[in-house]
């Protein structure tokens, strides 16, 4: 079936060190995929997204490129933040009208100043 | 902007309880979902309905139902609270695909915890 899997965390960085969160997924066709961040206390808000392979999706600074040939849609980021500590979730649609997400477990992200 | 409103941040309830969690969402989506959130499981989808009246289980229903009589407004019912149904249930709404995928937008969580 379909599915996500992301690195276990916390992962704790130093302010402006980079950041990877690797995330793989298992589905069949061709879904999209998704970063979502929750910041303490919220819900969660649309990180980014690529709908196709080789797409890349970039916004505040962060990035992933959609993988095919790997499954894989790594989140990445030259210089965190203390403003980035939150927990990001990988997932996929796998398509159809309802518009459907798979998450992955998510992974909490803490940056020390 | 898309706001999706949830009517209790904080919730405390006895087992055996009759519990109404409430959702809303002001930018007239087809699609409604509410969600479980649990630390090392990430989302777990209970229910999600894809128009007024219409609802479809997700992957975790057992004890919970949920009512649709507006669009706007999508309701999870928990008929007898238990003590393992305490957890963090988040709603999010988007519009209907067709050939384009939306985001979800998602409201602030409710915390329930059943005593």
């Known amino acids: 079936g379909n599915s996500v899997t992301q690195m276990e965390g916390p992962v704790t960085l130093s302010e402006e060190a980079f950041l990877t969160i690797n995330c793989t997924y298992t589905?069949?066709?061709?879904?999209?995929l998704f970063w979502y961040v929750q910041y303490p206390g919220e819900g969660l808000q649309l990180l980014l997204k690529a709908t196709k392979a080789d797409d890349k999706g970039s916004n505040k600074g962060f990035e992933a490129t959609y993988r095919k040939e790997t499954t894989s849609f790594h989140l990445e980021k030259g210089s965190v933040q203390v403003s980035d500590s939150a927990v990001y979730f990988c997932a996929l649609n796998y398509g159809g009208a309802t518009n459907k997400l798979i998450f992955g477990t998510g992974t909490l992200l803490a940056v020390q100043p | 902007d898309v706001k999706v409103t949830q009517s209790s941040r904080y919730l405390v309830k006895r087992t055996g309880e009759k519990v109404f969690l409430e959702c809303v969402q002001d930018m007239d989506h087809e699609n409604m979902f509410w969600y479980r959130q649990d630390p090392g499981l990430g989302l777990r989808l209970i229910y999600f309905s894809y128009d007024v009246k219409m609802k479809e289980k997700g992957d975790i229903p057992e004890g919970y139902s949920v009512s649709r009589e507006k669009k706007e407004r999508f309701s999870l019912i928990l008929e007898s609270a238990s003590t393992n149904q305490t957890s963090m249930y988040l709603c999010a709404s988007s519009p209907f695909s067709g050939r384009a995928v939306h985001e979800q937008f998602f409201g602030p969580g409710t915390r329930l915890t059943v005593l």
């Open positions: 589905a069949t066709g061709y879904p999209s």
